[in-house]
C-alpha cells in the first residue's frame, strides 16, 4: 500500500489523484482518437470529460455525505467539510455511484447543448469511462480503500495497519475488490472497442456500458466491505447499501435503452 508516492516541493502527490489523473488523460486521449471516425468534433471530447470529471467528484463527495452524515455533523467539523478534506478520510471520500449518474445526465445535456450527435457521442466515451475505472481502480488499491470483506482465499490481502481494512476489520486478509474491478473494468473495455467495431446502431456501446458496468458493480459489491452506516436496512445480512439504488437504476436505464433500440431496428426492417 503506496498512498503518497512522493512529494513536490513538500505538497505529497497521492496514487489515488495520480491514478484519477492518468485515466483522465488517457480517457480523453482515447476518445478524441475515435471521434473523428464516428464523424464528431473532437474538439467537443475535452469539454465533456472535464463536465463528466466535475460532475462525478460532485455527485460521489454528495453520495458520500449522505450516507455517512456523521462525519460532517460532528463536533468540530462542517458542512464545509465537504470541498475540503477530513482528517482521516481526506478526499478519499467518495461514493462513485452518483457520481456516475451525475455525469452520465450532465454529459449528456452537455452534448446536445453542443448540438453534437448525443447517442453517438456517448457511444465514443464509454469505452474511456471503462478505462478509466480500470486505472483509478489501481490507485484505490495503493490507497486501501474500497477493500473488500474478510476472506482466506489465496490471493486475499492483509493490508498494513492503520489502513481502511484494518482500521474497519482487524488484522485479517480481505478480498482485493479494487484489483477485481480493474480486471473487470479492464475487460468491459475491451468488449466496448470490439461491439464499437460491429457498425450497431447510435446508443448501442454507450447503453451496454451502463448495463453490464451496473450489473458488474452489483456482483462485486458482494465482496467489498461497507459499514453499516451505508446499509439500505442496517442490521441485515444483505450486503445492499443505499448507493446500490442508483448503480440498478443505471441497469434499467441501460436495459431499455437497449429494448428501445431493438424495438425500433425490427421496425425500420419492416418500414422497409
Do not use: K
Not at 476472506?151 to 478480498?175: E, K, N, T, Y
Not at 448501442?204 to 458488474?216: E, G, P, Q, R
Not at 431496428?265 to 419492416?270: C, D, E, L
Amino acid at each position: 500500500m503506496h498512498p503518497v508516492l512522493f512529494e513536490v516541493f513538500g505538497v505529497p502527490v497521492t496514487a489515488y489523484g495520480s491514478a484519477l489523473a492518468v485515466s483522465f488523460a488517457l480517457g480523453i486521449a482515447l476518445a478524441m482518437r475515435r471521434a473523428g471516425a464516428a464523424g464528431l468534433d473532437p474538439d467537443v471530447i475535452p469539454e465533456a470529460g472535464l463536465v463528466a470529471l466535475a460532475s462525478s467528484l460532485v455527485g460521489a463527495r454528495l453520495l458520500f455525505a449522505l450516507e455517512q452524515p456523521e462525519l460532517f455533523a460532528a463536533p468540530g467539523r462542517s458542512w464545509l467539510d465537504l470541498v475540503r478534506p477530513l482528517p482521516r478520510e481526506g478526499m478519499q471520500g467518495l461514493s462513485m455511484s452518483l457520481g456516475v449518474v451525475l455525469a452520465v445526465v450532465t454529459v449528456l445535456g452537455w452534448l446536445r447543448f453542443r448540438g453534437q450527435p448525443v447517442l453517438r457521442a456517448a457511444d465514443v466515451m464509454a469505452p474511456s469511462v471503462a478505462l478509466g475505472e480500470a486505472i483509478t481502480r489501481l490507485g484505490c488499491f495503493m490507497n486501501g480503500c474500497c477493500h473488500g470483506v474478510a476472506c482466506d482465499w489465496p490471493w486475499a490481502v492483509r493490508f498494513p495497519a492503520g489502513s481502511f481494512a484494518q482500521r474497519a476489520l482487524g488484522d485479517v486478509a480481505v478480498h482485493p475488490t479494487q484489483l477485481y474491478t480493474a480486471l473487470v473494468s479492464a475487460a468491459l473495455f475491451v468488449g466496448l472497442i470490439r461491439l464499437s467495431r460491429r457498425g450497431l446502431a447510435p446508443g448501442t456501446v454507450f447503453f451496454a456500458f451502463l448495463l453490464l458496468w451496473a450489473l458488474a458493480r452489483l456482483a462485486l459489491d458482494t465482496l467489498r466491505f461497507y459499514p453499516d452506516a451505508v446499509a439500505l436496512w442496517p442490521g441485515s445480512h444483505l450486503p445492499v447499501a443505499r448507493h446500490h439504488v442508483f448503480v440498478a437504476l443505471l441497469a434499467c436505464v441501460g436495459a431499455a435503452g437497449l429494448v428501445w433500440l431493438r424495438r425500433a431496428s425490427v421496425q425500420h426492417a419492416g418500414d422497409a
